[in-house]
């Protein structure tokens, strides 16, 4: 039997209020369970493959009703930290995409913002793991969060754990004093697999982007940017094995989708997915991280990893919340039928 995969990062409740007030009206307002890791973790879980999560939470009764619910779906909570005051929220209108200024973050002094160094036994942790994933959210959260961030990657390491992070940026983020750069590029070196974009690259790791990019819009001109840009991390990081490149544009009326995968030996670029409507924008990139790590943990041959990944991606757009619900089989129904 095959080690667990781990999942470490902050566990948000997402509050979804109407665009146009009815929630106040009708005294009910939507909510959806997530955050970054703990979508992949769920995804993975939903594909069966065996996973645990690490996060931190108060102990209370809301946090044991969460946890119980994320054991339901084959979720492992043995290594959750019982610590601290309040589980972090986010406040996102319907429809809206985690980039939007319809988001508000309600996570300063939550339990996982205050996770402290040398709480955390990773040695107890990593027993039976053999990919560790994390994003880069997490260390955006606080210094604390940060440098147990960096105490985990150090320890996961160093017993020859697969590392993975998505390179999520969120500028709403990252106010304790700290530049992204300044702290993802010590995070970095430990790291075998890197997802995110172009522009996450430059905006965390000082990789900079061609200016005015967009002018083109051209598809071979950003997997030419994303190529180069999965060679300068390759080479400043030497450990990076892949680095996995997503591209979605659009609108709320229309949207293409395709990403690229770069492993040192080869370079492979996705089908490409468009469609007139979709239902939720968030967990998408997660799903897609989760896709990775499918395909990997299995041994899949590259170009079968980015098909799958994609697919998942894509198909995460129909659903409503902050993850997918869609099991293997359909998504490699996706595949066959683009």
Same mark, same amino acid.
């Given at each position: 039997?095959?080690?667990?995969?781990?999942?470490?990062?902050?566990?948000?409740?997402?509050?979804?209020?109407?665009?146009?007030?009815?929630?106040?009206?009708?005294?009910?307002?939507?909510?959806?369970?997530?955050?970054?890791?703990?979508?992949?973790?769920?995804?993975?879980?939903?594909?069966?493959?065996?996973?645990?999560?690490?996060?931190?939470?108060?102990?209370?009764?809301?946090?044991?009703?969460?946890?119980?619910?994320?054991?339901?779906?084959?979720?492992?909570?043995?290594?959750?930290?019982?610590?601290?005051?309040?589980?972090?929220?986010?406040?996102?209108?319907?429809?809206?995409?985690?980039?939007?200024?319809?988001?508000?973050?309600?996570?300063?002094?939550?339990?996982?913002?205050?996770?402290?160094?040398?709480?955390?036994?990773?040695?107890?942790?990593?027993?039976?793991?053999?990919?560790?994933?994390?994003?880069?959210?997490?260390?955006?959260?606080?210094?604390?969060?940060?440098?147990?961030?960096?105490?985990?990657?150090?320890?996961?390491?160093?017993?020859?754990? =697969?590392?993975?992070?998505?390179?999520?940026?969120?500028?709403?983020?990252?106010?304790?004093?700290?530049?992204?750069?300044?702290?993802?590029?010590?995070?970095?070196?430990?790291?075998?697999?890197?997802?995110?974009?172009?522009?996450?690259?430059?905006?965390?790791?000082?990789?900079?982007?061609?200016?005015?990019?967009?002018?083109?819009?051209?598809?071979?001109?950003?997997?030419?940017?994303?190529?180069? =840009?999965?060679?300068?991390?390759?080479?400043?990081?030497?450990?990076?094995?892949?680095?996995?490149?997503?591209?979605?544009?659009?609108?709320?009326?229309?949207?293409?989708?395709?990403?690229?995968?770069?492993?040192?030996?080869?370079?492979?670029?996705?089908?490409?997915?468009?469609?007139?409507?979709?239902?939720?924008?968030?967990?998408?990139?997660?799903?897609?991280?989760?896709?990775?790590?499918?395909?990997?943990?299995?041994?899949?041959?590259?170009?079968?990893?980015?098909?799958?990944?994609?697919?998942?991606?894509? =198909?995460?757009?129909?659903?409503?919340?902050?993850?997918?619900?869609?099991?293997?089989?359909?998504?490699?129904?996706?595949?066959?039928?683009?």
């Amino acid at each position: 039997m095959k080690k667990n995969i781990l999942c470490f990062g902050e566990l948000l409740l997402r509050i979804s209020p109407d665009g146009g007030g009815e929630w106040l009206k009708n005294n009910s307002l939507p909510f959806f369970l997530g955050g970054a890791e703990l979508n992949v973790a769920t995804a993975l879980a939903l594909w069966q493959l065996p996973v645990q999560y690490c996060t931190a939470l108060p102990d209370n009764y809301l946090s044991k009703q969460l946890l119980g619910h994320l054991n339901q779906k084959n979720i492992g909570t043995d290594q959750v930290s019982y610590s601290g005051n309040r589980i972090g929220l986010y406040f996102l209108a319907q429809g809206q995409d985690v980039k939007n200024d319809a988001l508000i973050y309600d996570r300063a002094h939550s339990s996982f913002a205050e996770l402290q160094p040398g709480v955390i036994n990773w040695d107890e942790v990593f027993a039976d793991v053999s990919w560790f994933h994390f994003s880069a959210i997490s260390p955006a959260v606080s210094q604390s969060a940060a440098d147990v961030c960096l105490e985990a990657v150090k320890a996961a390491s160093a017993k020859g754990i =697969t590392v993975s992070v998505d390179l999520n940026y969120r500028a709403k983020l990252w106010k304790y004093g700290k530049t992204p750069v300044e702290v993802m590029q010590q995070l970095l070196p430990y790291c075998d697999v890197v997802m995110g974009n172009v522009w996450a690259a430059e905006a965390m790791l000082g990789i900079e982007v061609v200016p005015d990019i967009h002018e083109s819009g051209q598809k071979s001109i950003y997997l030419k940017e994303a190529l180069k =840009t999965s060679e300068e991390i390759v080479k400043r990081y030497p450990k990076c094995k892949a680095v996995a490149n997503t591209f979605r544009f659009g609108n709320d009326s229309e949207i293409n989708y395709y990403t690229a995968l770069y492993t040192g030996s080869q370079f492979i670029s996705s089908k490409e997915y468009s469609s007139s409507q979709i239902v939720d924008k968030v967990g998408s990139g997660d799903c897609y991280m989760a896709g990775l790590i499918y395909g990997m943990y299995n041994d899949w041959a590259p170009a079968d990893v980015l098909e799958y990944a994609t697919a998942a991606a894509f =198909t995460k757009l129909f659903v409503k919340s902050d993850t997918t619900n869609k099991t293997v089989n359909e998504i490699q129904n996706a595949i066959s039928n683009e």
